[in-house]
């Protein structure tokens, strides 16, 4: 057993590893529980953004997407942003609880494999992480989004590029904002190289809220000439 191995053990034992979210004791970072208990969006959509359907629908696009032209194909979401799905996602970005990459990817990784998915792995070329700006990930010292995206690549064998769309402007945080300024807040926050021209792009973010990031990070992967960019979050706010 290595030294790395026995400290981890000897950790289990002083401190038994217990769910992040419940604390119950076990051997998952997210026990069955509490992933049970995640509120999953279902299948009515807004073909476009991906957004619950209600009754300002027209046909099978929300109002928005029906009246104004977006940079992406498509959003797709896997849960609602409450109950254990936003405990867990606050610890992971913000308490270092970088464990729950694991988990919280093969959510995502179970709905790309359904084969009802509107998201095709078969067309996608590249798996493209929203970025974080250098000085906000040298105080988390990792993004999230990366995290994921190295997860998924893993679990499909599309590779992942988290040097193509950088992030050149260091934005308020867009939890700290209305929604009107963070329409705007992210206006040319990005920049995206040619590696991307021609490829259909799976960009990938932890949160859908107001949809701003992803469709400036969109935005900039099609000036640069993508094909495509389809987006899958994990989360969506209600």
């Given at each position: 057993m290595g030294l790395r191995s026995f400290f981890n053990s000897f950790i289990d034992i002083i401190l038994p590893p217990r769910c992040?979210?419940?604390h119950k004791y076990g051997k998952d970072p997210l026990c069955n529980e509490c992933m049970s208990a995640m509120k999953y969006v279902g299948p009515s959509v807004c073909k476009v953004c991906g957004g619950p359907h209600d009754n300002r629908f027209e046909g099978s696009y929300c109002h928005e997407c029906y009246m104004k032209k977006t940079p992406f194909y498509m959003?797709?979401?896997v849960a609602f942003y409450i109950g254990p799905l936003?405990?867990?996602l606050h610890a992971f970005k913000f308490r270092n609880k970088r464990v729950?990459?694991?988990?919280?990817?093969?959510?995502m990784m179970d709905f790309l494999i359904d084969p009802n998915s509107d998201i095709r792995t078969s067309e996608i070329d590249m798996i493209v992480p929203v970025p974080l700006s250098r000085k906000k990930k040298k105080v988390r010292e990792y993004n999230q989004a990366e995290l994921l995206g190295e997860e998924l690549?893993?679990?499909?064998?599309?590779?992942m590029d988290d040097e193509s769309l950088v992030r050149i402007k260091d934005t308020t945080p867009q939890f700290e904002l209305s929604r009107e300024e963070r329409l705007t807040n992210l206006k040319d926050?990005?920049?995206a190289t040619d590696k991307v021209t021609g490829r259909t792009v799976l960009l990938i973010d932890d949160i859908y809220t107001t949809g701003a990031t992803v469709?400036?990070?969109a935005s900039a992967l099609m000036k640069a000439g993508a094909k495509k960019v389809c987006v899958l979050t994990l989360a969506r706010t209600v």
């Open positions: 992040v979210v419940c959003v797709r979401s936003k405990d867990a729950l990459s694991v988990p919280l990817a093969k959510m690549s893993k679990g499909t064998g599309i590779v926050a990005f920049f469709r400036e990070a």
